[in-house]
Structure formats: C-alpha cells, structure tokens
C-alpha cells in the first residue's frame, strides 16, 4: 500500500520541469546586491569621507578623538597628531584615531 502512495508521489515530482541552476542562484545574488547597498557602499563612503579630513587636517583646527578627547591641531607628522587641550597639555594621538571636527559635533541639529 505505501509503494503505491511513493510511487505516485515520484511520478508527480518527475511530471515537473527541472530547474536550471541560475534560477536557484537568483535569491543569493539578491540578498548580496541588497547587502550591498545597504551596507557595504555606505561604510565605504563614510571611510572615504573620513580619510579625505584626516587628510585635510591643519594647524589650529579643532578635532576630537574616536575616544571622545577635545583638543587643537598643533602639530601633524605623517601618522601622528599632536592635540593640545585645555590647561596647555599635549598629546600625540595617531592620525587615524581622529573621529571629526568639533564643529561638526556642536553644530545645530535640523528639526
């Protein structure tokens, strides 16, 4: 009794056309287009943006640091930053540790 329920369950299966092999790839190359735009592109342009201030940086500019400290350019090697902050202290902070420019962390939000 159970052949005949298998067998008739092969031959429903067998009357259905077979499915090429890009078909089953579409939903992969949607979810990585997907992926991509909603990841991948925005977290390079934020890396490019923040590589072109680093760049830009000069003298007297006002920064703060991924690790939240305030200071002032005074000095700028090719790797290495140096910040003096309030009370006349210095520190070197690599170049790459900048987080942005304070003016842009004060400035007035739009409603």
């Given at each position: 009794?159970?052949?005949?329920?298998?067998?008739t369950a092969n031959a429903?299966?067998?009357?259905?056309?077979?499915?090429?092999?890009?078909?089953?790839?579409?939903?992969?190359i949607l979810i990585f287009?997907?992926?991509?735009?909603?990841?991948?592109?925005?977290?390079?342009?934020?890396?490019?943006?923040?590589?072109?201030?680093?760049?830009?940086?000069?003298?007297?500019?006002?920064?703060?640091?991924?690790?939240?400290?305030?200071?002032?350019?005074?000095?700028?090697?090719e790797k290495v930053v140096?910040?003096?902050?309030?009370?006349?202290?210095?520190?070197?902070?690599?170049?790459?540790?900048?987080?942005?420019?304070?003016?842009?962390?004060?400035?007035?939000?739009?409603?």
């Open positions: 009794m159970f052949d005949f329920i298998i067998s429903q299966a067998a009357q259905g056309q077979a499915q090429s092999p890009f078909v089953s790839f579409i939903p992969f287009f997907v992926m991509y735009f909603l990841m991948i592109r925005p977290q390079k342009k934020r890396m490019q943006d923040e590589q072109e201030f680093i760049n830009k940086l000069s003298h007297g500019d006002e920064v703060y640091t991924k690790s939240g400290i305030l200071g002032k350019v005074t000095g700028i090697a140096t910040l003096e902050l309030d009370g006349g202290a210095r520190l070197k902070v690599l170049k790459s540790h900048i987080g942005g420019s304070t003016a842009q962390l004060f400035a007035p939000t739009k409603k």
